[in-house]
């Protein structure tokens, strides 16, 4: 069972930045793909953006050009940059890892507010 734990979130002003963290207790070197999701009140759980095993990233529309997502593989951890937020960014965000034949793994989630 991998942990993964996430960190760096919080209040922060439209146009301001903040760097969420993800350490993965295990080895990420197999990973398929790790990112991230996130969830407003009311609304589904979107893919925000992820990174492959060969380092590959994608984005969603919505944060494309604002947030970067990066890996350390030596500390296993996964980071989301988050640049030019704003108030339609705040949201739960939550971590995940996938390896090839097992679900999901989870993190606890983390909020980021950004207030207007």
């Known amino acids: 069972q991998v942990q993964l734990v996430e960190s760096g979130g919080g209040l922060v002003q439209a146009g301001g930045s903040l760097r969420l963290s993800c350490a993965a207790s295990e080895s990420i070197f197999r990973v398929n793909s790790m990112g991230w999701y996130r969830q407003a009140p009311g609304k589904q759980r979107d893919l925000i953006a992820f990174?492959?095993?060969?380092?590959?990233?994608n984005y969603a529309s919505s944060v494309r050009g604002r947030f970067t997502i990066s890996r350390d593989n030596a500390k296993n951890t996964v980071w989301l940059q988050m640049n030019s937020l704003k108030p339609e960014d705040t949201a739960v965000y939550y971590c995940?890892?996938?390896?090839?034949?097992?679900?999901?793994?989870w993190g606890q989630g983390t909020q980021v507010t950004v207030s207007s």
């Open positions: 990174i492959t095993g060969n380092g590959d990233t």
């Open positions: 995940y890892a996938m390896f090839s034949g097992k679900p999901p793994y």
